[in-house]
């Protein structure tokens, strides 16, 4: 029973009631769930309210913010390196074959594709729109929709936040027509 807890992903009724309890305890105790909020917290730490008025918050009350993102990064390493998934990635057939007629094929043990994310690939005109380009699309959509997606998705959808459900839209309409529309063109570069 724990060698399965420890080495083999948990199922979607376990994780997602976590989720949901997570929301409520800090519900419970006036935060918001949401990782976008770190940074505004770290910057505010390290004297960002110096530079924009955005950045000047009681950083001592959302301290927890940081605990948790530090968390977040000892769990990924424990996953990663200490207790490693045995399982493997569990992919269908239909998405393997349209990972591959893309060029994508080396994603089976990491879940990152090296034919994107590397150092040399980051290098090239593919890499500089997906990691670059990308990046900055996310920092930007994440602050112009005041948050992010786990942010919006949980804690807003979960306030009934008209703002929010509006977020989660736009967030699955924009993922679905780069994957679908975006991410075969690009690939071909």
């Keep these: 029973m724990m060698h399965s807890l420890l080495y083999e992903p948990w199922p979607w009724f376990v994780t997602g009631p976590a989720i949901g309890l997570l929301y409520f305890a800090l519900y419970y105790v006036g935060k918001r769930f949401g990782i976008s909020g770190t940074y505004k917290t770290a910057c505010s730490m390290l004297g960002g309210g110096k530079f924009a008025d955005y950045f000047k918050i009681n950083w001592k009350a959302d301290i927890w ?90 804690s807003g959808i979960a306030n009934l936040e008209y703002s929010s459900l509006i977020a989660v839209l736009g967030f699955f309409i924009g993922g679905s027509t780069v994957t679908y529309f975006l991410i075969p063109i690009i690939m071909k570069l």
């Excluded at 990924?76 to 998934?85: D, E, K, Q, S, T």
């Excluded at 393997?96 to 690939?121: D, H, N």
Aim: proline share 2%; with cysteine.
């Design 65 to 154: 913010n940081l605990v948790f993102v530090a968390g977040m990064v000892i769990g990924g390493y424990l996953a990663g390196v200490v207790f490693p998934n045995e399982v493997g990635v569990d992919l269908s057939a239909a998405t393997i074959a349209s990972l591959e007629e893309m060029g994508l094929s080396s994603y089976s043990e990491t879940m990152i594709p090296s034919e994107i994310y590397t150092w040399e690939t980051l290098f090239s005109l593919k890499g500089f729109i997906f990691i670059v380009i990308g990046g900055l699309f996310v920092g930007f959509g994440t602050r112009y929709a005041d948050g992010c997606t786990s942010g919006h998705g949980i």
